[in-house]
């Protein structure tokens, strides 16, 4: 995420503004990005299981 924070399966969530949602194996990444100081800050990082849904 450090060279490219939209690279790989990455989607913007929709009921939030700005926020960001990376799918890495069964793990999501909550992160925003702030382009003008180049940061992106991790929010949250959750393990999807069966019971998530």
């Known amino acids: 995420m450090r060279t490219s924070p939209y690279g790989g399966d990455v989607v913007r969530?929709?009921?939030?503004?700005?926020?960001?949602?990376r799918r890495v194996g069964s793990y999501r990444i909550l992160f925003d990005v702030d382009s003008e100081?180049?940061?992106?800050?991790v929010t949250d990082?959750?393990?999807r299981t069966t019971t998530t849904y």
């Open 45 to 47: 990082v959750r393990r």
């Open 37 to 41: 100081e180049r940061r992106v800050d």
């Open 13 to 21: 969530l929709k009921n939030a503004s700005g926020a960001w949602r």
